[in-house]
């Protein structure tokens, strides 16, 4: 017991170092502050007012007096500031002149012009006093006009400041809040049975990504850091909670791979949370889903999304219903939606290591499997552009998959029926796509197990089907049936089929990557060979080239097994319904001004079920460990590449 303590003690203290150095060696390669004005920012910037777009440019608009506030700034050092900004006059009217003061002492003016001009103002040094205070005064003001009565400054497009004399180092307070993380991951994997030494390598790798995001914008000097300890807390207490409940229900600690397994999970998530809450996160539409949230909270169930053409579709609530329970912690909603779509996103993978060991007794594919869930790039592509139904949704109807291939679900086994019930139920009520996707694959997977599982698996395919059917009527009848006129509209404005794949993508806008010279900016319908050239694009973009391969290689290795384990016929009925969906996509006549909804549907078909991409690669990847050096290095390049495609889109998040 002693020497556990030490070592948990021994891991604290080097993790907080590793922490500490790692945001002082990243905050000193690039120790200045910028702040593009194209998200809000109301901890750093007071007096202006909400963002505005002209063109390509971001702008938000003064008042008469801004401010801007970077408490911890380190005074050591002589800093210059530049605040680029324009007049924004109608021609006649005159300039104002624009005042800048630092720490209440004047500093620089100047009168604005109606381009874009950068107004620098030196920042002396203070020592013994951090922190920065900058004041933009414009005079004359003016007001738009009746319709709009805000007393306007200037348009300011950016801010930046940075050290031109001496060595700037990292606000203390996020030193502490770094060292404190580090050290949280260092202490909970030495709890979980890891080496000294790799507890260590891990947290020292928690660091540096970690500094990435504590450095980076504006984050150091918000009450983003406040966060940043409950961030590391909460999923390592998680992860050291599951591996005690199963040793004290088997009697033993949990293996190495669960342990790995957990441990891994709690870095992803945190990782994600750190980037997805970050201040220089843009919105999107996390609000519009925070609003929804309190919609459906106040009572307000039944609502759509309206789209072109005077078409509207059902809006599904479940996330918002799973949400709602957590509102009482916290005031921010946007913030709570995200968590919850990361959060929901980290344990459906966790399910995946439970799926293939049990059905395929292999724990290094089940391990690689959780990795490899958390590295597709499409997922950060929706996340990223906060379409947060489509993500819940995925992770639901994956859930419900790998629940049915997990469950015994026999004759007799009425609770296991109930919970996949209950699971598909959600599944539904997520999205308006993912109901016909998820009700036919869960009716594929039903007809593998009736003809190619064997007596065994009858019983499971009766129930499967009982339970999809039963929740698909429990969905219609307690949400979707709710809305009959607006099918008849649908049917009305488009007097034909060309807004089927338009239904299945609703709410998914943003979470397929546009594919360059293949998708048309108007005119004719593309022609089927570019059709499915476009199809095929889209699902390399969505996965990602390294896990494609190790999925060609695991799928080799799964026919050459001849596997009819009900994991492998879940596979099989995940592979069979998106290849369905995709040929309905590609083949169906769309009418040109549909088009583009029609390739989203086809990134959402892949959104849906790349999961068993995930499956099938894991076969593939730990069939190269085992095999000889050229394979196990041939798969771990593969990883590691996956690897590097999914920290570019998590760095895309924040960078």
Known sequence: MARSFVRAAVAAVLGALAGAAGLALVYRSAPGVSLPLDRPM????????????????????????????????????????????RGGRAAGVTQPTVAIDVDGVPGARATATNLFEDVGVDVPPRPGQDGLALTIASTPTFVPGPGDRRELGVQVGHIACTPTDGIAWPPRRAVVVAATAAATFAVALVVLGAPLWLALGAATAVAGAQALAIAAGPAPYTPYLDRVPWLASLPTVAAVTMAGAIAWRTGRNARPEVRFVLAYSSVALYLLLLAVLHPSKALIDAQFHAHRLEWVHSGRYFFTQPMPDGVAFPYAIALYVVSMPWMALTRDHVALLRVVVCTTH????????????????????????????????????VVGNANLTAAFAQSAATATLLTAAILALGSRDVLHAVALFLLASVAFLS?????????????????SCWWLGGDTERAPARWIAVTAVAAAIFSVVAYYGQFV?????????SGHQTTVAGAASSGATGGV?????VL???????????????????GVEAVGWPLVLLALVGAVRLIATRSRSRLTLAALAWAAAGAAFLAAAVLMPVEDRFYRYNVEFIGRVYYATWPAVIVVAAVGGAWAWRAHMVWRAAGAALVAGAGAVAAQQWWNWIG
């Open 513 to 517: 990557a546009p594919v360059p010279g």
């Open 431 to 447: 999205h308006v796509g993912t109901f016909p996707l998820l009700l036919v694959t869960l009716g594929l997977l039903a007809l």
């Open 520 to 538: 048309p900016r108007g005119g004719p319908t593309p022609s089927t060979a570019i059709r499915i050239a476009t199809c095929l694009d889209v």
């Open 42 to 85: 109301p901890h750093v910037l007071a007096g202006v007012y909400g963002v505005e777009r002209s063109g390509e440019l971001t702008f938000v608009w003064t008042g008469p007096r801004a401010s801007v506030s970077l408490p911890g700034l380190d005074r050591h050092a002589t800093w210059r500031c530049a605040v680029r900004l």
């Open 346 to 381: 980290i344990l459906a993978g966790l399910l995946l290591y439970v799926a293939i060991v049990r059905r395929w007794q292999d724990r290094l594919a089940g391990a690689l499997a959780v990795v490899l869930w958390s590295l597709v790039p499409q997922w950060f592509l």
């Open 485 to 493: 006129d607006v099918y008849r509209s649908l049917y009305r404005v």
